[in-house]
């Protein structure tokens, strides 16, 4: 998944035996508990905006500078929920691309935009 962000791919894993995405990943198939499950990478996810908030303060130093942070949670159309950075203010419903990248530390991270 790293590897994936630090070349701006999205990763999630498919599971072998159902078919299921999942993100975030996992050792097993959190549906039926198989062990086959591999990475599917992508240059983006589509997706849709199910929620957002604003972030006025953060525990975290290297958010600290980039406050307030607009976050949202997005279905992806492969079925998992993922918290992402909102480029933007996508509207609540509206149809958004996730794109993965590293931030300043080195952690993947997720971005969305309409
Ligand atoms: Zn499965």
């Not at 990478?41 to 607009?70: E, I, M």
């Not at 480029?87 to 590293?102: D, E, F, K, S």
């Amino acid at each position: 998944m790293r590897a994936a962000a630090a070349a701006g791919r999205f990763a999630l894993q498919r599971c072998g035996a159902c078919g299921r995405a999942q993100y975030p990943p996992r050792a097993f198939c959190t549906a039926c508990l198989s062990d086959n499950v591999e990475w599917e990478v992508l240059a983006f996810a589509p997706g849709t905006l199910l929620a957002r908030c604003r972030l006025h303060h953060s525990n975290a130093l290297r958010f600290r500078p980039a406050l307030p942070l607009d976050l949202g949670l997005v279905r992806l159309d492969a079925g998992p929920v993922a918290v992402c950075f909102l480029a933007g203010v996508p509207a609540i419903g509206a149809g958004v691309t996730v794109r993965a990248r590293l931030d300043v530390a080195g952690h993947p991270v997720l971005d969305a935009a309409a």
